[in-house]
């Protein structure tokens, strides 16, 4: 299965600034998927990013608050801009399945917003 | 819209105990259902993926099944051990990307 690095693994961020989160994938993949996770809550999608092509953002999700760049097969990164607290969550991209191994998922990184 | 749903939210039991974590969903036009481990803090590590033509997978003392027309899966766990607490999530996959229930969040007691 695809193996996905994923950075920066956390971070605590002042708010009112921004911090760009990127995804490494070690194989060419077509779609790669972002996600929230809300302290105490399940994972959400942001957006779906396909390469060459605008993202696609989920109901709630914003490009503005949510930019997402996808420049090649390999990589994408998602900004969370103009911080609040309520932006604290875990961040997680992934990839779409492949074959038998399902969705793979980064590591995550763990946002806090002070 | 699909909805996943994960009984029980939390559960507790001593070492060495079987145990089954339930899953239901409501659009049964699934491609996939795959179960999920997160530690606290964590990304996620797939555990089982089962396909839509697929009754059930298994990987050492893991097993899932899944019937997809009454939108339910289960993971059993056997033997269960203190290693095995985390959350488990449960997410399906049909005409659009995954969709997860809100885990069951296990501890094993020693």
């Known amino acids: 299965s695809a193996v996905i690095s994923q950075k920066p693994s956390r971070d605590i961020c002042q708010r009112g600034t921004s911090l760009t989160i990127q995804c490494q994938v070690d194989s060419q993949v077509t779609m790669m998927f972002w996600y929230r996770q809300q302290p105490g809550q399940s994972l959400t999608l942001i957006a779906t990013?396909?390469?060459?092509?605008?993202?696609?953002?989920e109901s709630g999700f914003v490009i503005d608050k949510f930019p997402i760049s996808r420049p090649n097969l390999t990589f994408s990164t998602l900004t969370v801009s103009n911080m609040s607290p309520e932006d604290s969550s875990i961040y997680l991209c992934s990839v779409a399945p492949q074959g038998v191994y399902g969705y793979t998922f980064g590591s995550g990184t763990r946002l806090t917003v002070v | 819209k699909q909805e996943v749903t994960q009984i029980p939210a939390a559960l507790s039991v001593p070492e060495g105990e079987n145990l089954v974590l339930n899953c239901s969903f409501t659009?049964?036009?699934?491609?996939?259902l795959q179960w999920f481990r997160q530690d606290p803090g964590k990304g996620l590590t797939s555990l089982l993926l089962?396909?839509?033509?697929?009754r059930e997978q298994t990987s050492g003392r893991l097993n899932a099944s899944l019937d997809k027309s009454s939108g339910r899966s289960t993971l059993y766990i056997a033997a269960s051990q203190p290693g095995d607490s985390a959350t488990y999530l449960c997410a399906v996959s049909g005409n659009t990307p995954l969709v997860f229930g809100k885990g069951t969040r296990l501890s094993v007691i020693a």
């Open positions: 659009d049964s036009a699934i491609y996939n």
């Open positions: 990013a396909n390469q060459g092509s605008e993202a696609t953002y």
């Open positions: 089962i396909q839509s033509s697929q």
